[in-house]
């Protein structure tokens, strides 16, 4: 049974910085597609990274996070990670890490994940 452990979250002032990590244990890291979610309190989960299966060849990062976030993997050390610089008090919200065998699965929706994590809240204030 697969399981992926996040860490990383925290508070941080508007324009500051923090890298969440989400590490896999019971499955083939490197042979899952990799992304990052997150929802604020009253909105619906939202996508904001994914990561290809192998390399990490392909990589895709939504709009509102762009140029801001990077997201990588290390399939050694069987870990995702989410770096977030610049953050803004709108990037609050609980973030999650899934995993998918199918690159546009992750794309498409969370709900797609074979396994995702329990979350990590992060907090960015004025």
């Known amino acids: 049974q697969g399981h992926l452990v996040q860490s990383g979250g925290g508070s941080v002032q508007a324009g500051g910085s923090l890298r969440l990590s989400c590490t896999a244990s019971?499955?083939?890291?490197?042979?899952?597609?990799m992304g990052w979610f997150r929802q604020a309190p009253g909105k619906e989960r939202e996508w904001v990274s994914c990561?290809?299966?192998?390399?990490?060849?392909?990589?895709a990062t939504a709009t509102s996070v762009r140029g801001r976030f990077t997201i990588s993997r290390d399939n050694a050390k069987k870990a995702l990670y989410l770096q977030m610089n610049g953050l803004k008090p709108e990037d609050t919200a609980m973030y999650y890490c899934?995993?998918?065998?199918?690159?546009?699965?992750?794309?498409?929706?969370?709900?797609?994940?074979?396994?995702w994590g329990l979350g990590t809240q992060v907090t960015v204030s004025t």
């Open positions: 990561i290809s299966w192998g390399g990490g060849g392909s990589t």
């Open positions: 899934a995993a998918f065998t199918k690159y546009d699965d992750c794309l498409i929706s969370f709900f797609r994940a074979n396994y």
């Open positions: 019971g499955l083939s890291f490197s042979n899952y597609a």
